[in-house]
Nanobody
Framework: QVQLVESGGGLVQAGGSLRLSCAAS????????MGWFRQALGKEREFVAT????????YYKDSVKGRCTISRDNAKNTVYLQMNSLKPEDTAIYYC?????????????????WGQGTQVTVSS
């Protein structure tokens, strides 16, 4: 069992930055690919970024490339999402997710575990 707890969301002006964190419980954090997803009001949940177990490979949604960086610290059981140059269209609830299958996580938006989400609001 893995529990995921996100933090770091909030209200920011366009052009600003936020750093989201996701703390995982359990001893098997390094066994999971990790990802960040978001869901805007009235829309489906979508992939934002994923990172492999070792952190050696990362993947990003096209619209966030160059503005967001996903990273992980396996010693701290934590995954991060640094978001810069935020835009109003980035407004959403951001979810952390863990999956044994990195392809299902990135392509299928299918995870073994999900966090409760943290709200990110970008004002214009």
């Amino acid at each position: 069992q893995v529990q995921l707890v996100e933090s770091g969301g909030g209200l920011v002006q366009a052009g600003g930055s936020l750093r989201l964190s996701c703390a995982a419980s359990g001893r098997t954090f390094s066994s999971y690919a990790m990802g960040w997803f978001r869901q805007a009001l009235g829309k489906e949940r979508e992939f934002v970024a994923t990172i492999t177990r070792s952190g050696g490979s990362t993947y990003y949604k096209d619209s966030v490339k160059g503005r967001c960086t996903i990273s992980r610290d396996n010693a701290k059981n934590t995954v991060y999402l640094q978001m810069n140059s935020l835009k109003p269209e980035d407004t959403a609830i951001y979810y952390c997710a863990a999956a044994l299958n990195p392809y299902r996580l990135r392509v299928g938006v299918q995870a073994d575990y999900w966090g409760q989400g943290t709200q990110v609001t970008v004002s214009s």
